[in-house]
């Protein structure tokens, strides 16, 4: 059984920042093998790509725009741990905040939330002005 679960997210003020983290855990699973990603979902609107890593972490994409320059994702494959470090946050990046697996090839279709295999639950960020 894999699991992804979220952790860090919470209440903060426009222009602080907040580190998210992902910890897989399977028996056989090893998020080594997978593309990993984080999407976003604000109320009332569709869930949206965010970021996403290649398996060996040298490779990263990002939304366009509104997170490029503001958030980092890393990731410790020994550790089994994807990160997303956001800052410089703004209102409009309050949402729920999901990472997810993939095992499609890298750069393809980061961006389609089909695309990926496993999800977690989600964490909660919400960004007061």
């Known amino acids: 059984q894999v699991q992804l679960v979220e952790s860090g997210g919470g209440l903060v003020q426009a222009g602080d920042s907040l580190k998210l983290s992902c910890a897989a855990s399977g028996r056989t699973f090893s998020i080594s093998r997978y593309v990993m990603g984080w999407f976003r979902q604000a109320p009332g609107k569709e869930r949206e790509f965010v970021a996403s890593s290649s398996r060996s972490g040298d490779s990263t994409r990002y939304a366009a725009d509104s997170v490029k320059g503001r958030f980092t994702i890393s990731r410790d494959n020994a550790k089994s741990t994807v990160f997303l470090q956001m800052n410089k946050l703004k209102p409009e990046d309050t949402a729920v905040y999901y990472c997810?697996?993939?095992?499609?090839?890298?750069?393809?279709?980061?961006?389609?939330?089909?695309?990926?295999?496993?999800w977690g639950q989600g964490t909660q960020v919400t960004v007061s002005s």
């Open positions: 997810a697996a993939s095992v499609s090839t890298f750069g393809y279709s980061d961006y389609d939330t089909s695309s990926y295999d496993y």
